[in-house]
């Protein structure tokens, strides 16, 4: 939890989720990515905060890990949305993204819509906005049976089973959708508007750090180092 040590100067832990290229990932023994250097960027603006290193967890561990003071701060490319609004709060938002579909590049399934997906084994991370497109929009409706439904703990396990043939197709936010098709033998096959913010995550009675995250947000908004963050971990 977040220690005041006496001297004004707050140390808060911050906590992810890796395997999330370009978001936050890990390079060798090194957590690197977009979140990892816009919190830097952020709290060097912040007077009487220091970050203290980074606690990695599950995607679906961290609201939890939050709440009971493990860490103190949340930047996992985590949507804001109502259901997670109801026990945490959210910085302003940072980045607007979609979700994509992304299949074996192979030409063997070219889903365009997701209906298309019906009756197919597909995959998405625990706890996600995508596994929530997938309950929402294919299995609420008896499109999809649960059954062909395969909940992953992270994204890089979803696609060794889609390489592997073990599900046809995952839905994931187009970013990193797009990461993997650079990396991987998949491909996108279309995108599913849905129009996610991300926020950074904070303990609802954090007020005073959530006021100071959003003004350190807006000083690196204004001072061209976010423009080159974006152009650095995303090329445009
Ligand atoms: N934006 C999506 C969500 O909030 C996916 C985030 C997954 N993040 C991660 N670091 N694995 O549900």
Redesign the pocket.
């Known amino acids: 939890g977040c220690s005041n040590n006496g001297g004004g100067t707050e140390t808060i832990t911050p906590g ?5 290229q370009p ?2 990932f890990q390079d060798g023994s090194e957590l690197v990515g977009f979140d990892i250097d816009l919190t830097a960027a952020v709290f060097e603006e912040m007077d009487g905060y220091e970050l203290a290193d980074w606690e990695t967890f599950e ?1 679906g561990s961290l609201i939890q890990a939050l709440t009971s003071d493990r860490i103190d701060f949340i930047a ?4 804001i949305n109502d259901g997670r609004d109801e026990t945490i709060d959210f910085s302003d938002p940072y980045y607007s ?1 979609n979700q994509s579909i992304i299949v074996r590049a192979d030409g063997s399934f070219s889903p365009s819509e997701l209906g298309d997906l019906s009756g197919r084994p597909v995959g998405a ?1 625990s ?4 596994e929530e497109t997938i309950q929402d929009e294919l299995i609420a409706n008896g499109e999809l049976e649960e059954s062909n439904y395969t909940s992953y703990d ?2 890089v396990l979803a696609v060794e089973d889609l390489e592997n043939g073990n599900i046809d197709a995952i839905v994931i ?1 187009e970013p990193v959708g797009d990461t993997f098709a650079n990396q991987r033998p998949v491909e996108v096959a279309f995108i599913y508007e849905t129009n ?1 913010q ?1 926020g950074f995550g904070m303990r609802t009675d954090d007020d005073d750090l959530t006021t100071a995250v959003n003004e350190g947000l807006q000083t690196v908004r204004d001072d061209g180092t976010y423009e080159d963050l974006t152009a650095e971990w995303f090329g445009s």
């Open positions: 992810t989720a890796p395997g999330f978001f936050e995607f996992a490319a985590m949507t993204a991370q706890g996600t906005t995508g992270n994204y936010d996610e991300y």
